[in-house]
């Protein structure tokens, strides 16, 4: 996946190795000021086996609750789903805090553990990232299901981290169904993400740190985002890492001059307001994504197209 064998042995080691319409999302109406801060939903968890376009894996579900923890009700009302792909050979607790603080924003995200071997089918990841998201509009309406009537069956969203992140965007190039993407340090994947990314037509936000050895902006997210047409923005955190998009790192893994607490505040952030904005439907994030506020950033560079 990398250019140099010596880069890709650190990364195989660092990345070895939780009555509104359809689409409507009501946390609108109970939205906090700052993303990067927990939304007002309690978020909940099941590990679940999804099944769903002839594939079938176990995943993490994160959601909106009526209290925090393992196996609580789902909150009234509907919401958008987003896949999230893990990195190499990671599992996704090492993503924990970022999908929960999702869920807290009032978003249902599904985090396959299928691919993490040493040898990953990305094509077939991309494939899970998909039947996923078919899963779970299918839950809407299965009897007995704890998502029943509560998934914005329109509203469907890809991420991920590093090879995930890559997959996102093979997965949001087959799937005309999903409304945006937005994920982390994407790698180049094969099939390539560059080449898919040329035909993805829905907002794409690739989010990057500028110390990043293992998949560095150079020569993985700037490529996607160069082959990628408007709408795109890529947004690189200054002193961010591979690594710290992460809850903790792995032996080899690289580091950047920000901390890590502060490098995942700000992937919150980042990820929260793109979603709500483009997932959730909320102009009123416009501004935090287009204008003044993200231009003028001083913690995260812009570059985006409308």
Same mark, same amino acid.
């Given at each position: 996946?990398l250019?140099?064998?010596?880069?890709?042995?650190?990364?195989?080691? !660092?990345?070895?190795?939780?009555?509104?319409a359809?689409?409507?999302?009501?946390?609108?109406?109970v939205?906090?000021?700052?993303?990067?801060?927990p939304? $007002?939903?309690?978020?909940?968890?099941?590990?679940?086996?999804?099944?769903? $376009?002839?594939?079938?894996?176990?995943?993490?579900?994160?959601?909106? %609750?009526?209290?925090?923890?393992? /196996?609580?009700?789902?909150?009234?009302?509907r919401?958008p789903?987003?896949?999230?792909?893990?990195?190499?050979?990671q599992?996704?607790?090492?993503?924990s805090?970022?999908?929960?603080?999702?869920?807290? +924003?009032?978003?249902?995200v599904?985090?396959?553990?299928s691919?993490?071997?040493?040898?990953?089918?990305?094509s077939?990841? $991309?494939?899970d990232?998909n039947? %996923?998201?078919t +899963?779970?509009?299918?839950?809407? !309406?299965?009897?007995?299901?704890?998502?029943?009537?509560?998934?914005?069956?329109?509203?469907?969203?890809?991420?991920?981290?590093?090879?995930?992140?890559?997959a996102?965007?093979?997965?949001?190039?087959r799937?005309p169904?999903?409304?945006?993407?937005a994920?982390l340090?994407?790698?180049?994947?094969?099939?390539?993400?560059k080449?898919?990314a040329?035909?993805?037509?829905?907002?794409? &936000?690739?989010?990057a740190?500028?110390r990043?050895?293992?998949a560095p902006v150079a020569?993985?997210? &700037?490529?996607?985002?160069v082959?990628?047409?408007?709408?795109?923005?890529?947004?690189i955190v200054?002193?961010?890492?591979?690594?710290?998009?992460?809850?903790? /790192?792995t032996?080899?893994?690289?580091?950047?001059?920000?901390?890590?607490? !502060?490098?995942?505040?700000?992937?919150?952030?980042?990820?929260?307001e793109?979603?709500?904005r483009?997932?959730?439907?909320?102009?009123?994030?416009?501004?935090?994504? +287009?204008?003044?506020?993200?231009?003028?950033?001083?913690?995260?560079?812009?570059?985006?197209?409308?």
């Amino acid at each position: 996946m990398l250019k140099k064998l010596s880069v890709a042995v650190a990364a195989a080691l !660092t990345l070895v190795l939780p009555a509104p319409a359809a689409h409507a999302r009501p946390v609108a109406a109970v939205t906090a000021a700052d993303p990067s801060a927990p939304g $007002a939903y309690p978020a909940g968890y099941v590990d679940a086996t999804v099944s769903a $376009a002839g594939r079938s894996f176990s995943a993490r579900i994160t959601y909106p %609750a009526t209290a925090a923890g393992s /196996g609580q009700p789902v909150a009234a009302g509907r919401f958008p789903v987003i896949a999230f792909g893990h990195g190499f050979l990671q599992g996704v607790s090492k993503y924990s805090s970022t999908l929960s603080h999702l869920s807290t +924003w009032g978003f249902i995200v599904i985090a396959p553990t299928s691919q993490g071997g040493f040898s990953p089918d990305h094509s077939a990841f $991309a494939d899970d990232l998909n039947a %996923a998201l078919t +899963w779970a509009v299918a839950q809407d !309406t299965t009897t007995g299901s704890r998502f029943a009537g509560h998934v914005s069956v329109d509203r469907l969203g890809l991420s991920g981290h590093s090879m995930g992140a890559g997959a996102s965007i093979l997965a949001a190039a087959r799937n005309p169904k999903v409304v945006t993407v937005a994920n982390l340090a994407a790698a180049e994947t094969n099939p390539s993400a560059k080449a898919a990314a040329a035909t993805v037509t829905v907002p794409v &936000r690739l989010i990057a740190g500028d110390r990043d050895t293992i998949a560095p902006v150079a020569d993985h997210q &700037r490529p996607i985002y160069v082959a990628k047409p408007p709408a795109k923005q890529l947004r690189i955190v200054k002193g961010g890492s591979h690594c710290g998009f992460m809850d903790s /790192g792995t032996l080899f893994c690289d580091s950047g001059s920000i901390s890590r607490t !502060t490098q995942l505040q700000l992937t919150r952030r980042l990820l929260t307001e793109w979603f709500l904005r483009y997932l959730a439907g909320d102009t009123s994030y416009d501004d935090a994504v +287009w204008g003044a506020p993200a231009q003028n950033d001083p913690q995260v560079s812009f570059e985006g197209v409308r």
